[in-house]
């Protein structure tokens, strides 16, 4: 009780993907094409939506690379350090690491004017790779992101005798978000007077759009009354217009004082008819209030849940 399951066109939606705007981890899902737009022409912006393996393993290559290179070069003079084997590139390239890292152990250092020129060159090289890679880091440490969780599913379910879309939606740090604000959009396709196709969006009115402290659980309701998008609808009328709903929220985060946002979407298969969640507000024997997320997905259906 209380665990929903996948219906088979659920499974099926599943088993081949389903088209989305926005995916479940808030990125959009669009392939562009024809346009010139490149990571080449917007460099800085694509090192900073790398990942963070993606970022360090870039880092590393490009330093192994380099300090390669380096090396090399060291090569082409025999003799150009002090101390190292002749024509050995393990000691050539330890002694650009050194370099470029302005290690200087000193059992090897140039000894002729062609290793001392580009010894200085790659301690320019250096300085600034380590300036951009430290500004690169603190940027991205220094952005801030959102901890927010929603519900796998939105539901219907007659709320003061109206049929009301619901979905939920949780602060999954410690802390509180303030003022925070939801809003809710509905895409789908529609057709014009005249025949043309269109891919329209409505915003969705809801009951309660903002919080000033968002800090355990929210439950974001739109009535689906005569001036809704949504009147009239049907699970088949809406999956025949590839509906898919689109949440984000918005709000200031206390520990950074500084504005997040999160995304999430549910298509037409994953919006649940009779459907109610399950509580998960409680409180424990010395009046503690808590919030369990062990069912925050779970719901019930609705007569089952009012006798």
């Not at 290559?61 to 150009?80: D, K, Q, R, W």
């Not at 999954?172 to 978000?177: L, P, V, Y």
């Not at 969006?201 to 739109?222: K, V």
Request: charged share 20%; hydrophobic share 45%; glycine share 6%.
């Amino acid at each position: 009780m209380g665990k929903r399951q996948d219906s088979p066109a659920q499974s099926r939606q599943r088993a081949v993907g389903i088209s989305r705007f926005v995916r479940r981890d808030g990125q959009t899902d669009i392939l562009r094409k024809g346009s010139s737009h490149s990571w080449k022409s917007d460099l800085y912006h694509w090192l900073l939506a790398l990942k963070w393996p993606q970022f360090f393993g870039l880092i590393s290559v490009l330093y192994l690379a380099s300090n390669a290179l380096f090396a090399f070069a060291y090569l082409l003079e025999s003799g150009s350090i002090h101390n190292a084997r002749p024509g050995s590139f393990l000691d050539a390239f330890f002694f650009s690491v050194q370099t470029m890292a302005t290690i200087g152990y000193g059992a090897m250092y140039p000894v002729t004017p062609y290793a001392n020129a580009i010894v200085a060159l790659e301690a320019l090289v250096g300085l600034l790779g380590v300036a951009m890679v430290t500004g690169l880091a603190f940027a991205r440490f220094s952005t801030p992101t959102a901890k927010v969780m929603f519900s796998d599913v939105a539901v219907i379910a007659t709320r003061n005798g109206v049929p009301t879309l619901m979905l939920r939606a949780a602060n999954r740090r410690r802390n509180s978000i303030l003022e925070a604000q939801i809003r809710l959009t509905l895409a789908r396709n529609e057709l014009t007077d005249e025949g043309e196709f269109m891919r329209r969006l409505h915003d969705l009115e809801l009951i309660r759009n903002g919080t000033p402290i968002f800090a355990l659980s929210w439950t974001a309701m739109h009535p689906i009354d005569e001036k809704s998008p949504l009147y009239g609808c049907t699970p088949e009328s809406l999956a025949e217009q590839e509906v898919e709903l689109i949440v984000t929220l918005t709000g200031l985060d206390e520990t950074v004082s500084q504005t997040i946002h999160a995304r999430y979407s549910y298509v037409a298969e994953e919006i649940l008819w009779n459907m109610r969640f399950v509580d998960i507000l409680g409180k424990t024997p010395e009046g503690k209030r808590y919030v369990d997320y062990r069912r925050f997905h779970d719901v019930i259906p609705v007569d089952r849940g009012e006798k």
